[in-house]
């Protein structure tokens, strides 16, 4: 099992940044890449980033892409998104996974391990 713990969500203004992390403990020798997903009220789970734990390879929404940085500490065992130029249209539960996969990234399907979520809100 793997267990992961998002923190750094919070309230911002539009155009403001934020850094989110998520500490990963138990088996992480099982983790190929992790990634973030968010959901706003309403809406499906939607892919953000994700990073192969080897090599550092990552990948983004185009929704995101220029504004967010996906990155990961492997002696730490986290993994981080660099968020800036925020939009309102960002407000949402942001949550962090693991995967043993190598493919399909930005699919919900391909994650084992989910943490519990944090709260970023972007006001206009």
């Known amino acids: 099992q793997v267990q992961l713990v998002e923190s750094g969500g919070g309230l911002v203004q539009a155009g403001g940044s934020l850094r989110l992390s998520c500490a990963a403990s138990?088996?992480?020798?099982?983790?190929?890449?992790m990634g973030w997903f968010r959901q706003a009220p309403g809406k499906e789970r939607e892919f953000v980033a994700a990073?192969?734990?080897?090599?550092?390879?990552?990948y983004y929404a185009d929704s995101v892409k220029g504004r967010f940085t996906i990155s990961r500490d492997n002696a730490k065992n986290t993994m981080y998104l660099q968020m800036n130029s925020l939009k309102p249209e960002d407000t949402a539960a942001y949550f962090c996974?693991?995967?043993?996969?190598?493919?399909?990234?930005?699919?919900?399907?391909?994650?084992?391990?989910w943490g519990q979520g944090t709260q970023v809100t972007v006001s206009s």
């Open positions: 996974a693991a995967t043993m996969a190598v493919r399909r990234l930005d699919s919900v399907l391909t994650y084992d391990y």
């Open positions: 138990g088996r992480t020798y099982s983790i190929n890449a």
């Open positions: 990073i192969r734990w080897s090599g550092g390879s990552t």
